[in-house]
């Protein structure tokens, strides 16, 4: 129920609703630092970004125009990255982050995760990942296994995989060609890993992922 304004009038509380569909077995670690809910309490002038993301969503939906059927899911898309931001914006600023909060605010272990990120081909090592940290091999492999919660190379593999996951699902690039551009020169042993880490083979995974029905995002 709405409050009463200084006017009198009654005020309108509008309620904007999305929804993803999210494999639980396959998201992003950095979901599971998530709170079930995450409430971020409106305060005059603060967080203008995602004051004016929830704007252009509540004016596409009221007045939907030519687009809007592109325009929604982007905003959608930017709306949940601006929370994310504002609620790890917050936790930071309390001094109570932990996990991906943490290593995403720790320079040394975000600069060796976005050279990762950037290029997974590179033949990372332990060594070549905590020069990237500017740390040492030992001192960066206790912070980086501490605040992601799995040893560097095992995340090398993890990204790897769910990048090539990706690549099947989206693109229709040859199987040689995914394994190369995640750093594998052998198509066999790319698929070995692929089905370790998905139980089944890349084609079979692609196969599979392409005769699901889409959903689209719901409002």
């Not at 605010?105 to 990372?124: N, V």
């Not at 693109?171 to 790319?190: N, Q, W």
Request: aromatic content about 8%.
């Amino acid at each position: 129920m709405g409050k009463t304004g200084p006017d009198g009038a009654q005020a309108v509380t509008v309620t904007l609703c999305g929804g993803y569909q999210l494999d639980p077995s396959r998201a992003h670690p950095l979901l599971a630092d998530l709170p079930e809910i995450v409430h971020l309490p409106a305060r005059l002038g603060h967080r203008p970004e995602l004051r004016a993301a929830v704007d252009l969503l509540g004016g596409e939906l009221d007045n939907p125009r030519l687009g809007v059927d592109t325009i929604v899911p982007a905003l959608l898309d930017m709306l949940l990255l601006y929370i994310l931001r504002s609620w790890f914006d917050e936790q930071s600023e309390r001094g109570t982050t932990a996990g991906w909060a943490a290593a995403l605010g720790d320079p040394a272990i975000s600069a060796a995760l976005h050279a990762l990120h950037r290029d997974p081909a590179l033949p990372w090592t332990v060594e070549t990942l905590g020069t990237r940290a500017g740390l040492s091999r030992a001192a960066f492999s206790r912070r980086f296994t501490t605040l992601i919660g799995r040893p560097p190379l095992t995340y090398v593999t993890w990204w790897r995989m769910t990048t090539a996951a990706r690549l099947l699902r989206e693109s229709d690039a040859p199987l040689g060609e995914v394994a190369t551009r995640i750093g594998y020169t052998s198509e066999f042993a790319f698929a070995t890993a692929f089905k370790r880490e998905y139980g089944s083979a890349p084609g079979k995974y692609r196969r599979q992922s392409r005769a699901e029905p889409r959903t689209a995002n719901s409002m």
